[in-house]
Nanobody
Framework: QVQLVESGGGLVQAGGSLRLSCAVSGSIFMIADMAWYRQAPGKQRESVARITSGGSTDYSDSVKGRFTISRDNAKRTVHLQMNSLKPEDTAVYYC???????????????WGQGTQVTVSS
């Protein structure tokens, strides 16, 4: 069983910072891309940031320059440092990993349960 467990969400005032973390546990052979998505009430889930196993990163325009994604391959963790938070960043944030359980398994998308981030004005 593969699990992604997020932590670090909460309530913060506009302009503040939060750091989200996600740990992958279970029988995993290899992890490729890891990413953070978010879903605000009444909106579709959107990609926020992505990082490859080699460390290349990509960000949505709405968070570029404010958020930083990082990962520790040895610990199988991914983090999202969120600075200069805005009320429009309020959403449930989901961790995502593209991984395979062995060399004989196909690549699958795995998701965390989500962590709430609320930014007050």
């Amino acid at each position: 069983q593969v699990q992604l467990v997020e932590s670090g969400g909460g309530l913060v005032q506009a302009g503040g910072s939060l750091r989200l973390s996600c740990a992958v546990s279970g029988s995993i052979f290899m992890i490729a891309d890891m990413a953070w998505y978010r879903q605000a009430p009444g909106k579709q889930r959107e990609s926020v940031a992505r990082i490859t196993s080699g460390g290349s990163t990509d960000y949505s325009d709405s968070v570029k320059g404010r958020f930083t994604i990082s990962r520790d391959n040895a610990k199988r963790t991914v983090h999202l440092q969120m600075n200069s938070l805005k009320p429009e960043d309020t959403a449930v944030y989901y961790c995502n990993a593209v991984a395979r359980r062995s060399a004989f398994y196909s690549w699958n998308n795995y998701w965390g349960q989500g962590t709430q981030v609320t930014v007050s004005s």
